[in-house]
């Protein structure tokens, strides 16, 4: 399923939920990849075949200390990834 005019309506819901988590205190991660697996999805989740899965957010408490937050992690600066046109 294609949702061409929907998209940005997704994203923009998406951002809003997991800012509005952050505002309670609360972590989010952002998945794509569970959505790959509707059906395994359907059976760990209870939701019926009647909807539509676009996207997942996992919400809960974030630990700043799990082992996962000190992988190292290297990232392009700003200056290599941008390219300004008439700024």
């Not at 949702?3 to 609360?26: H, K, N, P």
């Not at 996992?58 to 390219?83: F, K």
Request: proline share 7%; hydrophobic share 40%; charged share 15%.
């Amino acid at each position: 399923v294609r949702l061409v005019g929907s998209e940005m309506c997704i994203r923009d819901s998406t951002q809003a939920i997991a800012l509005a988590a952050e505002g309670l205190g609360l972590g989010t991660c952002i998945m794509g990849k569970p959505v790959e697996s509707p059906n395994l999805l359907r059976h760990l989740t209870g939701i019926p075949q009647s909807d539509l899965i676009l996207c997942c957010i996992a919400v809960g408490y974030a630990d700043p200390n799990g082992p996962i937050n000190s992988l190292p992690r290297t990232r392009a600066s700003v200056e290599e990834l941008t390219v300004w046109h008439g700024f």
